[in-house]
């Protein structure tokens, strides 16, 4: 058994006085604003808070650090592209408290290890680089080059470059990123593991095999003009909150919604537009035309039960399928239908767990309709079958011809403001040749074509010796990742660990024998550097590349730039051995930015481009039709469905995330759509369930997950009746995360299998 006793990984045990009300089915509205304007007073000075609400997301302004979800190509409401969780997580940056030498002083490892995610962030912007002593209680303030020094030393200490590894979270600007990662390459590793690696790899796997792009195909005038979207595997009113108003727009343009999700999430059932005063007074809209309540990991099943009646359809009627579309652009087509013929309907239809009705209603839907949408999010990407799930979706779309055409296609709704970004400017452990060429010819030194780790071996890595040093370009490591316990030994194991980041977080407390907490700007503030103030740019979900620009001064005058950070990194680890200027990139990031043009693809006159307020479109072959696979067409996929055998105390585990964090940010401790408020150590479970095992509401339980003869521990959570299917239960991530065994993850992609964990519960 893994021992899980006094880790500073795991968060604390303690509970904050629950109350549970009545699940909203209306979301958004008044209660929205008024949560909104309560973070911004309660956090932020009032002057920046507003400040920044007129700039968010606005042309000229500064790309929300919340979610990718694009902005309007055109019209921009004038209150701002307005939504809550926007604005929680500007008053999250924008904090009006900062936390320096004499915070650190005060406060030692130990002691904040004790604090919930909640009180930790809620410390204050991080004012001053900080380092931590082998075998020191407390971290002590260090100079930047100091720290620069420091971390160059260790890196060229390493028997070889593979030993460190180099973490990015999705929140780093292209600019940033393109940089670290050439640093990284030149240094001679593509240990380069992302968030996407927990995220939306599997999406990235099975759209570049089938479609031959790993990203979306839409654009939000799709959406708009969508005769069906689907949203599976999808909490939009909490994750992307702005998509409500894409859904509802192509509501009114006649567009039909289907909702395919174990919860009945707010939102997606009502919604009430806080742009739209009228609709703020007289109630929400139902947006959800048809809701598939589905089992968790139902859905290879629902998508074959649908795909089975299709067949059926065509083999009736030969209207059904797009034959003009298969046979000109698709590969696999008999292949695939011979496959199908082999399921059951009506086991497909148990295994899914909907009822007949509902499926009749989604049926219809997608028989009668050829514009069809589907978006997605972690509840598909994050089992053991992920890749399965997303191919699904693609041979689906495939039959009925709804991909690269108007209203048509695929919609992977990325988490990350600009994780997509990331990942086409290079963040990629395993990144194509082409792109390494380009390096090679640009920059005159070879990188290597060994694949990196990416999250899962990398945290492997360190915990078996075989990589010393811990890199992080943002984001909250342990927090984030599967297998809490294990992972928190795999750090301990390092070195040296280094965080770059705006706040305090728990990866900051569980460190490598010396540790460095290096600070940052944020989205939101001003970026002074010698040539004047700079520009950085993103992508969003939709393959859109735009300009964000800081609104308010540095919190402390002591902050870097994560360009500026990079730049520092390299010039002290590669120095006169470097065939790259590293420090004229920090004066002058329209140097950087020629760069990318240079070696990325799609990146052509980017200074010129950036210009356009709006930004300005990637390339993206499935969008024209144009599918760059192996067989140079889009391919159908064969995918099983998945069996699950529960034994009989045993149940299905999600971790999702409550409508008050941003990943492993808390922002505070109520879950309002869901009903749930001032307490996060709970769990969802179905009354039955509930019955079946004797555990009344709020009782405090235990809860166990066995996997290959390991078993995992998390205690003291409290149980809460819900709406959600049998057999199935739902906690908050991360702290969870510790039930999550390292070696549970998708074929292909090595996603965790974060929304499959089989547990038992222990009263
Ligand atoms: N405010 C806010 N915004 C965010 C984030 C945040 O934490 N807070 N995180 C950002 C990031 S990085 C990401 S990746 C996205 C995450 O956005 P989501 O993917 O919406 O986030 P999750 O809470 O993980 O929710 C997954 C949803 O899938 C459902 N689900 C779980 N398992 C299954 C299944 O087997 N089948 C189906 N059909 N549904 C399932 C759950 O009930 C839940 O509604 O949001 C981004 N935006
Ligand atoms: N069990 C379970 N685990 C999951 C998931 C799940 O659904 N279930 N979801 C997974 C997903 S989808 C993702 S994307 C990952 C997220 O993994 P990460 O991206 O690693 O985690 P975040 O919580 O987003 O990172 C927050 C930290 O980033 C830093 N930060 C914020 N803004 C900036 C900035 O502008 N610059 C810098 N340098 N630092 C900044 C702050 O210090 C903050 O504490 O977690 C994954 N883990
Ligand atoms: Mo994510």
Same mark, same amino acid.
């Given at each position: 058994?893994?021992?899980?006793?006094?880790?500073?990984?795991?968060?604390?045990?303690?509970?904050?006085?629950?109350?549970?009300?009545?699940?909203?089915?209306?979301?958004?509205?008044?209660?929205?604003?008024?949560?909104?304007?309560?973070?911004?007073?309660?956090?932020?000075?009032?002057?920046?808070?507003?400040?920044?609400?007129?700039?968010?997301?606005?042309?000229?302004?500064?790309?929300?650090?919340?979610?990718?979800?694009?902005?309007?190509?055109?019209?921009?409401?004038?209150?701002?592209?307005?939504?809550?969780?926007?604005?929680?997580?500007?008053?999250?940056?924008?904090?009006?408290?900062?936390?320096?030498?004499?915070?650190?002083?005060?406060?030692?490892?130990?002691?904040?290890?004790?604090?919930?995610?909640?009180?930790?962030?809620?410390?204050?912007?991080?004012?001053?680089?900080?380092?931590?002593?082998?075998?020191?209680?407390?971290?002590?303030?260090? %100079?930047?080059? @100091?720290?620069?020094? !420091?971390? =160059?030393?260790?890196?060229? *200490?390493? &028997?070889?470059?593979? #030993? /460190?590894?180099?973490?990015?979270?999705?929140?780093?600007?292209?600019?940033?990123?393109?940089?670290?990662?050439?640093?990284?390459?030149?240094?001679?590793?593509?240990?380069?593991?992302?968030?996407?690696?927990?995220?939306?790899?599997?999406?990235?796997?099975?759209?570049?095999?089938?479609?031959?792009?790993?990203?979306?195909?839409?654009?939000?005038?799709?959406?708009?003009?969508?005769?069906?979207?689907?949203?599976?595997?999808?909490?939009?009113?909490?994750?992307?909150?702005?998509?409500? %108003?894409?859904? @509802?727009?192509?509501? !009114?343009? =006649?567009?039909?919604?289907? *909702?395919? &999700?174990?919860?009945? #999430? /707010?939102?997606?059932?009502?919604?009430?537009?806080?742009?739209?005063?009228?609709?703020?007074?007289?109630?929400?809209?139902?947006?959800?035309?048809?809701?598939?309540?589905?089992?968790?990991?139902?859905?290879?099943?629902?998508?074959?039960?649908?795909?089975?009646?299709?067949?059926?359809?065509?083999?009736?009627?030969?209207?059904?399928?797009?034959?003009?579309?298969?046979?000109?652009?698709?590969?696999?087509?008999?292949?695939?239908?011979?496959?199908?013929?082999?399921?059951?309907?009506?086991?497909?239809?148990?295994?899914?767990?909907?009822?007949?009705?509902?499926?009749? *209603?989604?049926?219809?839907?997608?028989?009668?309709?050829?514009?069809?949408?589907?978006?997605?999010?972690?509840?598909?990407?994050?089992?053991?079958?992920?890749?399965?799930?997303?191919?699904?979706?693609?041979?689906?779309?495939?039959?009925?011809?709804?991909?690269?055409?108007?209203?048509?296609?695929?919609?992977?709704?990325?988490?990350?403001?600009?994780?997509?970004?990331?990942?086409?400017?290079?963040?990629?452990?395993?990144?194509?040749?082409?792109?390494?060429?380009?390096?090679?010819?640009?920059?005159?030194?070879?990188?290597?074509?060994?694949?990196?780790?990416?999250?899962?071996?990398?945290?492997?890595?360190?915990?078996?010796?075989?990589?010393?040093?811990?890199?992080?370009?943002?984001?909250?490591?342990?927090?984030?990742?599967?297998?809490?316990?294990?992972?928190?030994?795999?750090?301990?194991?390092?070195?040296?660990?280094?965080?770059?980041?705006?706040?305090?977080?728990?990866?900051?407390?569980?460190?490598?024998?010396?540790?460095?907490?290096?600070?940052?700007?944020?989205?939101?503030?001003?970026?002074?550097?010698?040539?004047?103030?700079?520009?950085?740019?993103?992508?969003?979900?939709?393959?859109?590349?735009?300009?964000?620009?800081?609104?308010?001064?540095?919190?402390?005058?002591?902050?870097?730039?994560?360009?500026?950070?990079?730049?520092?990194?390299?010039?002290?680890?590669?120095?006169?051995?470097?065939?790259?200027?590293?420090?004229?990139?920090?004066?002058?990031?329209?140097?950087?930015?020629?760069?990318?043009?240079?070696?990325?693809?799609?990146?052509?006159?980017?200074?010129?481009?950036?210009?356009?307020?709006?930004?300005?479109?990637?390339?993206?072959?499935?969008?024209?039709?144009?599918?760059?696979?192996?067989?140079?067409?889009?391919?159908?996929?064969?995918?099983?469905?998945?069996?699950?055998?529960?034994?009989?105390?045993?149940?299905?585990?999600?971790?999702?995330?409550?409508?008050?964090?941003?990943?492993?940010?808390?922002?505070?401790?109520?879950?309002?759509?869901?009903?749930?408020?001032?307490?996060?150590?709970?769990?969802?479970?179905?009354?039955?369930?509930?019955?079946?095992?004797?555990?009344?509401?709020?009782?405090?339980?235990?809860?166990?997950?066995?996997?290959?003869?390991?078993?995992?521990?998390?205690?003291?959570?409290?149980?809460?009746?819900?709406?959600?299917?049998?057999?199935?239960?739902?906690?908050?991530?991360?702290?969870?995360?510790?039930?999550?065994?390292?070696?549970?993850?998708?074929?292909?992609?090595?996603?965790?299998?974060?929304?499959?964990?089989?547990?038992?519960?222990?009263?």
């Amino acid at each position: 058994m893994m021992n899980s006793k006094k880790n500073k990984a795991l968060t604390p045990e303690k509970f904050t006085d629950i109350s549970v009300k009545k699940p909203y089915k209306n979301s958004a509205g008044f209660q929205s604003i008024k949560s909104a304007i309560t973070q911004i007073s309660k956090y932020t000075r009032v002057k920046d808070g507003v400040k920044l609400s007129l700039k968010i997301n606005q042309k000229g302004g500064f790309d929300c650090p919340g979610c990718a979800w694009p902005d309007p190509d055109d019209e921009r409401s004038s209150i701002g592209e307005y939504c809550e969780n926007g604005i929680k997580a500007i008053a999250e940056e924008a904090q009006k408290n900062t936390i320096d030498n004499t915070f650190f002083k005060k406060h030692s490892v130990e002691e904040l290890a004790t604090w919930t995610d909640f009180e930790i962030g809620k410390s204050g912007r991080l004012a001053e680089p900080m380092f931590l002593a082998e075998g020191a209680t407390h971290y002590q303030s260090i %100079s930047w080059e @100091e720290a620069f020094s !420091k971390v =160059g030393t260790h890196l060229n *200490a390493l &028997n070889n470059p593979d #030993e /460190a590894i180099f973490y990015t979270s999705g929140r780093t600007t292209n600019e940033a990123a393109f940089l670290y990662q050439l640093f990284v390459r030149e240094f001679g590793t593509a240990n380069l593991p992302d968030c996407s690696n927990m995220c939306h790899e599997a999406s990235g796997s099975a759209l570049s095999e089938t479609l031959g792009i790993g990203k979306g195909s839409v654009t939000l005038d799709d959406l708009y003009k969508a005769e069906v979207v689907m949203v599976i595997g999808q909490n939009p009113a909490t994750n992307h909150p702005r998509m409500l %108003s894409a859904l @509802e727009k192509c509501k !009114k343009n =006649g567009g039909k919604i289907i *909702a395919v &999700n174990p919860l009945p #999430e /707010a939102g997606l059932l009502k919604f009430t537009n806080p742009q739209d005063p009228i609709k703020m007074l007289t109630g929400g809209k139902q947006i959800a035309d048809v809701f598939a309540q589905v089992t968790i990991n139902g859905d290879v099943a629902l998508f074959k039960t649908i795909l089975l009646k299709l067949l059926e359809k065509e083999e009736e009627t030969a209207h059904v399928f797009d034959k003009d579309f298969i046979e000109k652009h698709t590969f696999g087509y008999e292949a695939f239908i011979a496959d199908l013929k082999t399921y059951n309907f009506n086991d497909c239809l148990k295994a899914s767990g909907i009822d007949e009705d509902t499926f009749n *209603a989604i049926f219809n839907l997608i028989l009668n309709h050829n514009k069809i949408i589907i978006c997605w999010a972690m509840g598909l990407t994050q089992h053991q079958n992920a890749v399965d799930n997303i191919r699904e979706v693609v041979n689906l779309l495939l039959l009925k011809g709804s991909i690269g055409k108007e209203g048509a296609g695929t919609c992977p709704v990325r988490g990350h403001s600009n994780v997509q970004g990331d990942r086409t400017v290079g963040i990629w452990e395993a990144a194509p040749q082409a792109f390494l060429d380009k390096i090679e010819a640009k920059y005159g030194f070879k990188p290597t074509t060994k694949h990196g780790y990416a999250v899962i071996d990398a945290i492997k890595a360190m915990y078996e010796n075989k990589a010393k040093v811990f890199f992080g370009l943002g984001g909250n490591f342990i927090s984030a990742v599967p297998d809490t316990v294990y992972a928190s030994q795999a750090l301990q194991n390092c070195n040296l660990t280094v965080h770059v980041s705006t706040k305090l977080n728990r990866s900051h407390l569980v460190t490598g024998k010396e540790a460095l907490i290096l600070p940052c700007l944020g989205r939101t503030e001003k970026d002074y550097q010698k040539t004047g103030l700079q520009i950085q740019s993103v992508e969003n979900s939709m393959g859109i590349v735009s300009a964000t620009k800081g609104v308010l001064e540095p919190c402390s005058k002591d902050l870097l730039s994560e360009v500026a950070v990079v730049c520092g990194i390299a010039n002290a680890t590669l120095s006169a051995k470097s065939k790259i200027d590293w420090l004229a990139y920090k004066d002058d990031y329209t140097l950087v930015r020629n760069d990318i043009a240079e070696v990325v693809s799609g990146f052509k006159d980017y200074n010129t481009k950036l210009q356009k307020p709006s930004g300005f479109y990637l390339p993206n072959g499935a969008r024209e039709r144009q599918f760059n696979t192996k067989t140079g067409k889009a391919n159908f996929s064969i995918n099983k469905m998945p069996t699950w055998k529960l034994k009989n105390d045993e149940l299905v585990m999600m971790t999702i995330r409550s409508h008050d964090q941003f990943n492993t940010t808390i922002y505070g401790l109520d879950d309002r759509y869901r009903g749930v408020y001032n307490e996060r150590r709970i769990i969802f479970m179905n009354k039955d369930d509930m019955k079946a095992r004797g555990l009344k509401e709020l009782q405090v339980v235990n809860l166990k997950s066995e996997f290959n003869g390991v078993t995992r521990c998390a205690n003291n959570f409290k149980v809460v009746g819900y709406n959600i299917p049998k057999n199935c239960c739902a906690t908050y991530f991360p702290e969870t995360n510790v039930l999550v065994p390292l070696d549970n993850f998708a074929h292909t992609a090595k996603t965790p299998a974060s929304k499959s964990i089989v547990i038992t519960i222990e009263a």
